[in-house]
Structure formats: structure tokens, C-alpha cells
């Protein structure tokens, strides 16, 4: 869950404790899809809006807006969802097949 990593990098990056680097977001989100598969899509979103929020919580907090905090802020968003949106268009279509 890239949001919930962005907003915690966001907090590091205002206390001055954030590691460039430190992250693998590949594995994060792995282990986010394994932990949040059993549980119901309310649930998954809820957790997702929470860390949405978290996110833009934190990013209003930056006193200045220095290179890290714009990469985190793309990965999580505009960058987050043109690397997903392909796959979204597909599973769409499969969405709209299943249904004829």
C-alpha cells in the first residue's frame, strides 16, 4: 500500500529521520496484498482511505517542499496510478465480458 508508506515517509521527511533508499515498495505492497487478502473489501478500503488521509495529513504538515517529499507524493499518486491504469483497463473489460 504505497499511500501508507508515502504518508510515513512524509512524517520522516518533516522530523528529519527519513533514509532515502530504505524502502523496497515492491515487497511492502506484496506483503500488504498477502496481510489484507483475507479480509472483506470494506475493510481493505477503509484501511486504504485511513492511509490516504494519513497521507495528505502529512503532506500539509512539510514545511518545504524538498525533493523526497515530491517523489513520494508522485509514487503515491499521478506516477502510482498510470503504472496501474493499463491492468485497471483490463480488468474492466473482463468485468464487462463476464457480464454478456
Avoid: C
Avoid at 524502502?23 to 498477502?34: F, G
Avoid at 517523489?71 to 474492466?92: I, M, N, Q, T
Amino acid at each position: 500500500m504505497g499511500v501508507a508508506e508515502a504518508g510515513q515517509a512524509l512524517e520522516q521527511i518533516r522530523s528529519q529521520t527519513y533514509r532515502p533508499g530504505e524502502l523496497d515498495i515492491d515487497l511492502r505492497n506484496a506483503q500488504w496484498l498477502e496481510a489484507m487478502r483475507p479480509e472483506p473489501v470494506l475493510i481493505v478500503r477503509a484501511q486504504a482511505e485511513a492511509a490516504r488521509t494519513r497521507m495528505l495529513a502529512a503532506l500539509g504538515e512539510q514545511r518545504e517542499f524538498v525533493s523526497y517529499v515530491r517523489e513520494w507524493v508522485s509514487k503515491a499518486g499521478p506516477d502510482h496510478y498510470d503504472e496501474h491504469l493499463p491492468r485497471l483497463r483490463d480488468w474492466v473489460g473482463e468485468l464487462r465480458a463476464s457480464r454478456m
